[in-house]
């Protein structure tokens, strides 16, 4: 089936750093969202890309969808305490008509040290 | 922004005790509502999806009459866990997601259910 590979799988940085993380898979996705879980909580959307090379921003965050749609990046900058958590990519499936299902990386968990 | 409310947050209860969660949309119509489970330090696992006024779609593997899934209003959906056992310990979220074409909308996550089987 479908799968999505998300790397770096944990990261642990100084604060203020720049952070980037990725996810790619064999398939063509037509959706790509990001989302940040904290613990014990659900995942809260950060960034959705719904076009092919689109380069979207959020504050600090900058994500953007592969030229290829089989990939998608997520970089934070000046990184801070609160930037703390598991983030997850999600790719919406083709084909899933109305549905919307989507696919999960396995996160990357970033730690920030003050 | 789009607000899911999931309840309860945590439930605690004896082995064969049927579970009920509810998770509900308090400011769009979610046409199309999603449960997942989550294992400690692991992705999301997509259980089911489900419909307003239609039966869940359920992922491989997921047994349909364990976890039985109602969407009888665009704002509600519950997931019931039926005879629960250890075993089905877990985090389990919801999402939702507005009408859309194609179903171009995000899902939006409820805050979760944390559920301990005695």
Excluded at chain 1, 39 to 63: D, H, M, Q, W
Excluded at chain 2, 51 to 71: C, M, P, R, W
């Amino acid at each position: 089936g479908q799968q999505l590979n998300q790397s770096p799988q944990s990261m642990f940085i100084q604060e203020g750093e720049d952070v980037s993380m990725n996810c790619t898979s064999s398939s063509i996705f037509n959706t790509w969202l990001w989302y940040k879980q904290d613990p014990g909580e659900g995942p809260v959307l950060l960034i959705a890309l719904y076009k092919a090379g689109e380069l979207t921003s959020n504050g600090r965050l900058t994500a953007q969808f592969g030229i290829t749609r089989k990939d998608s990046f997520l970089n934070i900058s000046a990184s801070i305490p609160s930037d703390v958590g598991i983030y997850f990519c999600a790719g919406r499936v083709i084909g899933s008509s109305n549905t919307g299902k989507l696919i999960f990386g396995q996160g990357t968990t970033l730690q920030v040290k003050p | 922004g789009a607000v899911v409310s999931q309840h309860p947050s945590r439930v605690i209860c004896k082995s064969g005790t049927s579970v009920k969660i509810e998770c509900r949309s308090l400011d769009f119509q979610a046409t199309t509502m999603f449960w997942y489970r989550q294992f400690p330090k692991k992705s999301l696992m997509l259980m089911a999806t489900s419909n307003e006024g239609s039966k869940a779609t359920y992922e491989q593997g997921v047994e349909k009459d364990k976890f039985l899934i109602n969407h009888a209003s665009l704002t509600l959906s519950t997931l019931t866990v039926t005879s629960a056992h250890p075993e089905d310990s877990s985090f389990y979220i919801c999402s939702a997601r507005g009408g859309g074409p194609g179903g171009s909308q995000p899902q939006h996550f409820g805050d979760g259910t944390r559920l301990s089987i005695l």
